[in-house]
């Protein structure tokens, strides 16, 4: 528990922009990518945007052009910028990775405690 620490979240109007950060603990490692998913309440889990460590990005469709997804898998760390906000996108935000801890055999998920994101009309 703890190994990913979101930042950054908060409210903003529509149009507005907020960037979100995460830091994945340094006992993590073999990070393969990092993303972000948000949940809306009501809603499932969904993908937001992820990145992988040779630097190929994937965006939900409804993110393109908007949001901004960067990391850097040797730092540990992971960013996404969000632009032109609107109230589609409020959800609580959660940082996501695969890696391993001391002792794993296999990588497996990691996920932040989440962040949220407010956008009012």
């Known amino acids: 528990q703890g190994e990913l620490v979101e930042s950054g979240g908060g409210s903003v109007q529509a149009g507005g922009s907020l960037r979100l950060s995460c830091a994945a603990s340094?006992?993590?490692?073999?990070?393969?990518?990092m993303g972000w998913y948000r949940q809306a309440p009501g809603n499932q889990r969904e993908l937001v945007a992820t990145?992988?460590?040779?630097?190929?990005?994937n965006y939900a469709d409804s993110v393109v052009g908007r949001f901004t997804v960067s990391a850097d898998t040797i730092k540990k760390t992971a960013s996404l910028q969000m632009n032109s906000l609107t109230p589609e996108d409020t959800a609580v935000y959660y940082c996501?990775?695969?890696?391993?801890?001391?002792?794993?055999?296999?990588?497996?998920?990691?996920w932040g405690q989440g962040t949220q994101v407010t956008v009012s009309s």
């Open positions: 996501n990775t695969f890696g391993r801890l001391p002792g794993d055999i296999f990588p497996r998920q990691f």
């Open positions: 340094r006992s993590i490692f073999s990070i393969s990518i």
């Open positions: 990145v992988t460590s040779s630097g190929r990005t």
